[in-house]
Nanobody, 111 residues
Framework: QVQLVESGGGLVQPGGSLTLSCVAS????????VSWFRQAPGKEREFVAH???????YYSDSVKGRFTISRDNAKNTVYLQMNNLRFEDTGTYFC?????WGQGTQVTVSS
């Protein structure tokens, strides 16, 4: 059974940086497009970024130019490098592929 585990969240000041990781069990990871979503308190889950099997990345307008998604198929891991964080980036960040979701990792941007 495929499992996803996110990590790397935390508390950061505005303008700071964090790198999230999503590690997948199983050998099928490299066959899938992988996405990051986030959910702020009281709001719907929203798309953040995805990366194709070939490494092509796509971002929501709200994070474009600040976030970078990458993957290491040998490690079954997808990363989300987040720079110049803003208050509105606060939320729980989830990775997903193939209909599977992780449990999320909390990112809080606060001064």
């Amino acid at each position: 059974q495929v499992q996803l585990v996110e990590s790397g969240g935390g508390l950061v000041q505005p303008g700071g940086s964090l790198t999230l990781s999503c590690v997948a069990s199983g050998s099928i990871f490299s066959l899938y497009l992988v996405s990051w979503f986030r959910q702020a308190p009281g709001k719907e889950r929203e798309f953040v970024a995805h990366i194709s099997t070939g490494g092509d990345a796509y971002y929501s307008d709200s994070v474009k130019g600040r976030f970078t998604i990458s993957r290491d198929n040998a490690k079954n891991t997808v990363y989300l490098q987040m720079n110049n964080l803003r208050f509105e980036d606060t939320g729980t960040y989830f990775c997903t592929f193939g209909g599977k979701w992780g449990q999320g990792t909390q990112v809080t941007v606060s001064s």
